[in-house]
């Protein structure tokens, strides 16, 4: 499995004015079970980029290849997790789980057991038949994780997923991603605007720089997981990836620096 | 306890009627209770109604006209409120006849339903349609735009084809909302009914029945064909609520 970005740039045009340019020359290509994030601040085009590689929204020029084959939304060979809840509210948990197997004409009781599978992977089996409003944000966003991973999609693209949660459930939410990972080794592109997130997370660290969106800098982290927020090396990367947008950027007050959690 | 509380104005109305029919003495102008509540007691029976049919009769005439225009309504309304509220340029071509269509009341339509389908139950339902049709549509437009955009991009990437996308969450996405369109479009159909019967050439329904007793000088009977209409109208508007509480009580309790 290879995503091959090539020269992506993306304008949006102006009524009477020169075209907004929101991400330029984007080149970058993710392997097998990486975990890669994207990080930037508000507005650099994170989010438009993740949109471009899922379908949702196309490029103005440059291209994308999933195994050398060009993308379409209806592939299924991608899954998007978005920042807002999702779910369906008038289908139960199961229900959204099994929304996309059904899409694929998956029998109902194999969709069911796989939904199951994917539920209690993310620990939420015995909720199966309550329904989204019932649920907490972070429970909400682990069953988007299942419906995502339900469809066995080659890349899970996660758009700011944790964003509207508060520190303590994020945290738990990115250690149990982890291991969910770990298990399944699906290729992962995730965006955020959190660099604790971002070093604590990934393989790689893509830093964007603001408007328009160019690729400042790709940071290799090797350091083993767990990871220890608290440790010099961890300090040291995130050190490292703030220089890069501090120097690239001015609206220093998009950035969230978490503090680093005992 | 709420009970008490919401019986009170009843009571007093009731009690205040039946005083202020003992002082004016006039039947006409206002008859005791004691010659309305026979008549409701004996729904089926045709000796209090003037020769003419019985309340339960009168009642299923209007409910049956009712229901022709409504389910008229609803079938055009709602796949035109799903195209338009998908397609910006069905919308935007229909949009300015209906705005200049709706303001216009049901019954201002009356005459010329007489010209296009005669007398009788055409022109009826017809006119009920119009009642029904407005609500019904501006509600279903409504819903469809309020599903979230963020729904229909999951299904998407999730595999769904363009059917899928409606069926699978614009349908259940803006159901509540044109349910919604379904109960108010029924409250005013219930309304037009009414007036509709009042059209020449028609001998049965509770319209008829009360213009019918009007003639005859029996405001007891008008007074109970107006206690038939308001309980079924309150009834009918009772089982769409029970059918909101049942399938789309996710609506009030999503956050």
């Keep these: 499995m290879t995503l091959v970005i090539q020269d992506l740039s993306k304008e949006f045009p102006v009524p009477n004015q020169v ?25 650099c ?39 807002e809840y999702s779910l369906y509210p008038w289908r139960t948990v199961i229900d959204n789980v099994t929304f996309g197997l059904e899409m694929q004409n998956t029998g109902k009781k194999p969709a069911r057991d796989i939904a199951m599978k994917y539920l209690n992977l993310v620990g939420l089996a015995e909720f199966a038949d309550r329904f989204p409003y019932e649920l907490s944000g972070g429970m909400r966003q682990r069953v988007a994780v299942a419906r995502a991973m339900a469809i066995e999609p080659k890349i899970l693209l996660m758009d700011e997923p944790f964003g509207a949660l508060d520190a303590q459930t994020r945290n738990m939410l990115q250690k149990e991603l982890l291991e969910i990972w770990e298990k399944t080794k699906k290729t992962v592109l995730f965006v955020t605007h959190s660099v604790d997130e971002a070093v604590y997370l990934s393989d790689r660290i893509v830093v964007l720089t603001p408007r328009p969106g160019c690729i400042r800098e790709i940071v290799e982290n090797p350091l083993a997981r767990p990871r220890d927020r608290t440790s010099p090396e961890f300090a040291r990367i995130r050190r490292h990836v703030l220089d890069l947008i501090n120097e690239s950027s001015q609206p220093k007050e998009d950035l969230i620096v978490h503090p680093p959690s005992l | 306890m709420r009970s008490p509380r919401i019986l009170l104005l009843p009571v007093l109305l009731i009690v205040g009627w039946e005083v202020a029919a003992y002082f004016i003495d006039n039947p006409f102008v206002l008859p005791s209770l004691s010659t309305v509540i026979p008549i409701l007691i004996h729904p089926f029976s045709t000796e209090y109604t003037l020769g003419t049919g019985s309340l339960v009769e009168n009642a299923a005439a209007s409910l049956f006209r009712v229901a022709s225009g409504f389910l008229l309504a609803a079938i055009i309304a709602i796949p035109l409120g799903i195209g338009m509220g998908r397609s910006r340029f069905l919308h935007d071509f229909l949009d300015s006849t209906i705005e200049l269509l709706r303001p216009i009341p049901p019954l201002a339509w009356v005459p010329l339903a007489l010209a296009w389908f005669k007398i009788g139950f055409v022109s009826i339902v017809f006119i009920i ?28 990437t999730l595999g769904a084809r363009e059917t899928d996308v409606l069926t699978k969450v614009i349908l259940p996405g803006s159901a509540p909302t044109v349910w919604t369109g379904l109960r108010v479009g029924f409250g005013i159909a219930w309304m037009c009914v009414v007036a509709a019967e009042w059209m020449p050439g028609i001998s049965l329904g509770l319209g008829y029945l009360i213009l019918y007793a009007y003639n005859f000088g029996q405001t007891n009977l008008i007074i109970a064909g107006m206690v038939v209409i308001g309980v079924i109208g309150i009834l009918i508007d009772q089982v769409f609520r029970a059918g909101e509480r049942r399938w789309f009580s996710w609506r009030s309790l999503e956050r």
């Design chain 1, 19 to 43: 075209p907004i340019l929101a991400l330029s020359t984007i080149s970058l290509t993710v392997g097998e079970e990486e975990f890669v994030s994207i990080l930037g601040p508000s507005g």
């Design chain 1, 45 to 83: 085009g994170k989010t438009t980029l993740l949109r471009i590689i899922a379908g949702l929204d196309s490029a103005t020029s440059g291209s994308i290849t999933l195994d050398g084959e060009t993308i379409d939304r209806r592939s299924s060979q991608m899954a998007m997790i978005f920042q």
């Design chain 2, 129 to 156: 349609f119009i009642g029904a049709f407005f609500p019904i549509l501006l509600n279903t437009i409504d819903g469809v735009k309020s599903v979230k955009k963020t729904w229909v991009e999951v299904a998407e």
